[in-house]
């Protein structure tokens, strides 16, 4: 099989960029593969021994005629696929939405850049009969809260020849949209790093500057408003005025809405709290490794399956995730869920006091957690699921 493949690559700063190298090491053992992308160079250099790389431009050179069986387009919620999603409506291919919401990627591209006709002509061909009010609320009031009511997917379900999801939520969200969609639930792969390639736990510890006797929580990824940090930071603050060593280490790019430095000094927790910033792939792995325990609340959510929850699940380490959307659908016995309403952040102060005291369970929770990523989110299975569908759509099946 010839696949054209359409991703966001590193050093592009994004889930997707590292989700499609890590699948692309196994994909390619499949068929030929080449690789699709905006105006860079893609910066980790075994993809130039593997695969041919193009410029996007090059499609439309050609009118979108090549030798390829089928393009393979990766679809986020941000303007890193501004590109992409025009060439797959374009040049129409195998999706995969990696979030069942598009609304802040086509405001963006519309509004933000001054074309508000073209924003309106999108909310016309999804909710006709609603576009009035959904302007009053995107336009009028700016509530961006809005805009996970109102996902404008519709378009790229329906010009696409098939579409991959990562969970049964995001699934029936396009089959909302499509009944007639060729849709396959694919669950978000776990590619475990090689562990001789790492740094010790304890090492990495002694160099955060973390005793041995410190309860450390971990929260990894962009830190955005929906993160819940304010939240957590809160918990933190609670746990310890209770006498217990917690410590809380934040890995990742803070984005707009996020004022952790701001609600850490506020709560007296420049102490207890390491910002560590955007690190590399290596530095992350190192990093998964150091917390007892994640905490990875998301709410509200666009419904996406979190890479990052996916890594920190193959730790062996428990998670805690907000009881919602595609996190739902973790088995309970492999995770700590927690409600999204005003209960929230009592549950979290009552779970973190009660896994610090119980270390048994915390370490046994761990181990189902990993056996459960290892089981059903195998890298090599979905590298199978892949080429199957595939195969399946250009046959007709």
Not at 99 to 127: A, I, K
Not at 241 to 267: S, T
Not at 356 to 370: D, H, K, M, Q, V
């Amino acid at each position: 099989m010839k696949i054209a493949y359409f991703s966001p690559l590193n050093p592009i700063k994004s889930g997707i960029s590292d989700y499609s190298e890590e699948l692309l090491e196994y994909l390619g053992g499949f068929g030929r593969i080449e690789l699709f992308i905006d105006d860079y160079r893609p910066s980790s250099l075994w993809l130039y021994d593997y695969f041919p790389i193009h410029n996007y431009r090059r499609m439309y050179e050609n009118n979108g005629k090549n030798d390829h069986d089928i393009n393979v387009y990766h679809m986020g919620n941000n303007d890193n696929h501004s590109y992409i999603y025009s060439l797959c409506l374009e040049y129409p291919g195998l999706v995969v939405l990696h979030e069942p919401m598009l609304h802040h990627f086509v405001f963006s591209q519309t509004v933000g850049n001054h074309r508000l006709r073209d924003y309106l002509r999108e909310l016309d061909y999804c909710y006709k009969s609603e576009r009035s009010q959904i302007v009053k609320t995107t336009l009028e009031t700016r509530d961006e809260n809005s805009w996970y009511d109102y996902p404008l997917v519709d378009r790229i379900v329906d010009s696409s020849l098939g579409i991959i999801v990562h969970s049964d939520f995001a699934r029936g969200k396009v089959l909302d949209v499509n009944p007639e969609a060729r849709v396959r639930k694919i669950p978000h792969h776990y590619a475990p790093a090689p562990a001789n390639h790492l740094r010790s736990r304890d090492v990495v510890r002694e160099i955060l500057g973390f005793h041995p006797d410190d309860f450390v929580v971990g929260s990894l990824g962009y830190m955005t408003a929906s993160k819940r940090i304010d939240v957590l930071l809160r918990a933190i603050a609670w746990v310890k005025k209770q006498g217990h060593d917690i410590k809380l280490i934040l890995v990742g790019k803070m984005l707009p809405g996020c004022e952790a430095p701001r609600w850490i000094e506020e709560l007296g927790l420049e102490e207890n709290v390491l910002v560590t910033g955007f690190v590399d792939t290596r530095t992350f792995r190192e990093y998964l490794n150091v917390p007892d325990m994640f905490v990875a609340l998301r709410h509200p959510s666009a419904g996406e399956t979190s890479g990052s929850v996916i890594k920190m699940m193959g730790t062996g380490n428990p998670v805690m995730v907000s009881d919602h959307y595609a996190f739902s659908e973790f088995p309970d016995d492999c995770c700590v869920k927690v409600t999204t309403g005003d209960a929230e952040e009592e549950e979290l102060k009552e779970k973190l006091v009660y896994y610090i005291e119980n270390p048994e369970e915390r370490l046994t929770l761990g181990a189902r957690s990993r056996r459960y990523i290892l089981t059903h989110h195998d890298i090599q299975n979905s590298a199978r699921e892949y080429v199957e569908f595939a195969t399946e759509l250009l046959a007709g099946g």
